[in-house]
């Protein structure tokens, strides 16, 4: 559906992005991945047509669009602000680019009325100013006008990034909905983990202009292809020397010692999993509460190691306490 092959993208001498190779599948929800600056939107305006790539090709259902006018694309586009006309109300802002398609005021209503209806958008709501919108109302205007003109690709840059934690959940979970009901090819630009790991079909980990892996989420959190992607997504422990030592002597595996290993925090558990588990001696540093778990950090042979437990109604440990943990050497990475 879409392709880039070994697209760079230059600012004046800067180069922003090199060699970017990458296929994204008709129908699929592809998610940029990365800290700020590391050319996730670059990539994603090259797509849409605000940046033209200074080599290389883009490519929509085999056709090269580099030199393709921005509005004969079939691309879709809700940036992070919204970019809404706030002189218009939300019945106009959703019927803009219909009414420069020239279709009948009729055709133009039928189709405004059920893609509000799609975004929760109620008719009271359609006669309003955007102004006097909520971020989430805006959020749910910006999406419904592009998605309104029916195109080919989705693109959304960070649509989330300006709620507020409940109600970004809340619609991650809509915004999944919507794309699946209708089947929009989707790439969206993030550099939240958690909004990645559960919206997306597909993630590319982006760091400093290349791309360091691309995968399912699954692969992407628990099959790291880099310690870059190991330590950007999700919260980890980095093993050094003695814990690597102490997991060598009990299974016979051969991790480098001089090197970091990391394992997840899951990973490390109060209660043995396995026969294979190593047994670590700690003593708990910290209790941390986060409503459906408690977080520890526990200090193992000086060093901090971080574990998650259930929570039950109590605290699992007292600060201070010692105690045995079991790690899943399995689970352990290494690069």
């Not at 006097?132 to 309104?148: D, T």
């Not at 929009?184 to 983990?193: E, P, R």
């Amino acid at each position: 559906m879409v392709e880039y092959r070994n697209v760079q993208i230059k600012y004046g001498d800067f180069v922003a992005m090199d060699h970017l190779n990458l296929k994204i599948e008709e129908g699929e929800f592809f998610t940029f991945l990365g800290p700020s600056g590391c050319g996730k939107t670059t990539t994603l305006r090259a797509l849409a047509g605000f940046i033209t790539p200074s080599s290389g090709e883009i490519l929509v259902d085999g056709k090269v669009i580099n030199q393709e006018p921005i509005e004969k694309r079939g691309i879709g586009i809700v940036f992070q602000s919204y970019a809404l006309f706030p002189s218009m109300n939300v019945y106009d802002n959703i019927a803009f680019g219909l009414r420069v398609r020239k279709m009948k005021p009729e055709a133009v209503e039928e189709q405004v009325l059920m893609m509000a209806e799609k975004v929760s958008i109620n008719q009271k709501q359609l006669y309003r100013n955007v102004s006097e919108l909520s971020g989430g109302q805006q959020q749910r205007v910006a999406l419904a006008r592009a998605m309104v003109l029916q195109p080919k690709i989705l693109c959304l840059d960070e649509p989330l990034s300006n709620l507020d934690a409940k109600l970004r959940v809340g619609l991650r979970r809509e915004l999944k909905r919507l794309q699946k009901e209708l089947g929009i090819t989707t790439l969206y630009v993030t550099h939240d983990q958690e909004e990645a790991l559960t919206l997306s079909d597909r993630i590319a980990v982006f760091n400093n202009g290349v791309i360091e892996q691309v995968g399912t989420p699954g692969e992407i959190y628990s099959h790291s292809a880099t310690e870059f992607v190991c330590d950007f997504i999700g919260d980890i422990n980095r093993l050094h020397s003695h814990v690597i030592s102490e997991v060598n002597q009990q299974t016979g595996r051969k991790f480098k010692t001089d090197k970091e290993a990391y394992i997840r925090i899951e990973c490390m558990e109060g209660k043995r999993q396995s026969e294979h588990d190593v047994t670590l001696k700690g003593r708990v540093l910290e209790a941390e509460y986060n409503g459906m778990f408690y977080k520890y950090t526990f200090d193992v042979a000086g060093e901090q190691i971080k574990s998650i437990e259930k929570n039950t109604g109590k605290a699992a440990y007292e600060v201070g306490e010692e105690v045995i943990l079991f790690l899943n050497p399995e689970a352990i990475m290494q690069f």
